[in-house]
């Protein structure tokens, strides 16, 4: 009978010893819950910045190895696929007249889009992202910006006459980064644009319609094995207009074309293409305009020379 008591007391302390415990353990885990939440969400703010900084420091690392200052672009090996963000874009100019394609030009390939600006036009960052090279040459870009985002792209901006940001800078999209020139390897004012993935020269009518003045959707899903009939296609609906769609005036491909300016009027901005032995006064008198209105549209002198192929804004 003691047996039993002694038993019976010995089960009841015991219970009552693991009790409290079993209650305190679930309270202590019921407090250190919300803390748990706390921490994730630090976590994850201190990965958000840590990949924000990384971004900064080296945008789209995933693709390049390296920041290398020295090339203005060094061919790697493309991704099969690649989805290129698009979104948050502005377009680099305001002007809708391509004046040559990406492509096949002149027995070379032309690794980018000619669009008509004039001297001192302004020029913009088309995404965020940081500033790769500033740089002269004088065979080739002339004052020119190369700018690596963190979509993938990087985009080449040349022939500009002067450039306003520097090596390393991190530039947002729309930030003005330069002036559209006529400097390097130009036969006219304009800005000469590139889309490169990898170093890779990319058709940036792919993306960009400077027509509209918009890009092409949200996201561009780059594919190795359908590109070139893309581009193809690009080129046919978003490049240089061709004479179905432009005025012709002669065999010298003049042409006229209708551009809106950025106060909203709609204006018919005319231009002659230059060809060999031709000067001011010969083109004032064919077009029916005095030098000088020639020379004020296009911030030139009386005594430029000319250049076969340079093209010229004569209304």
Not at 50 to 62: D, L, R, Y
């Amino acid at each position: 009978m003691n047996l039993k008591k002694t038993i019976k007391t010995l089960a009841i302390s015991l219970f009552l010893a693991v009790a409290p415990n079993h209650a305190s353990a679930q309270d202590l885990i019921a407090r250190q819950a919300p803390v748990d939440r706390k921490m994730a969400a630090v976590d994850t703010i201190m990965l958000r910045n840590i990949t924000i900084k990384e971004e900064t420091e080296s945008p789209a690392s995933e693709l390049y190895a390296n920041w290398d200052n020295k090339y203005a672009h060094r061919a790697t090996e493309l991704p099969e696929h690649f989805n290129i963000d698009l979104r948050h874009f502005c377009m680099p100019t305001t002007s809708r007249v391509i004046t040559s394609n990406f492509g096949s030009r002149w027995g070379r390939q032309h690794k980018g889009l000619d669009i008509k600006v004039y001297i001192g036009d302004t020029i913009r960052a088309a995404f965020s992202g940081k500033v790769r090279i500033v740089r002269y040459e004088g065979g080739g870009y002339g004052k020119y910006i190369v700018i690596r985002h963190n979509n993938g792209l990087e985009t080449i901006y040349g022939h500009l006459s002067k450039q306003l940001v520097e090596e390393n800078q991190t530039v947002r999209a729309g930030e003005v980064i330069g002036l559209g020139g006529n400097t390097g390897r130009s036969t006219g004012s304009h800005l000469h644009f590139e889309t490169r993935l990898c170093g890779v020269a990319l058709n940036p009518a792919l993306m960009f319609d400077f027509r509209e003045q918009d890009v092409t959707g949200d996201y561009y899903a780059f594919n190795r094995s359908t590109y070139d009939n893309e581009s193809a296609n690009a080129t046919r609906l978003r490049g240089k207009q061709d004479g179905s769609t432009l005025a012709k005036n002669n065999s010298n491909d003049d042409y006229a074309t209708n551009n809106r300016t950025t106060s909203g009027l709609d204006d018919q901005i005319q231009y002659h293409k230059v060809v060999k032995g031709e000067t001011l006064e010969s083109i004032s008198r064919k077009r029916g305009v005095t030098i000088a209105q020639i020379c004020k549209l296009n911030h030139i002198t009386k005594k430029m020379k000319l250049r076969p192929g340079q093209i010229l804004r004569y209304s």
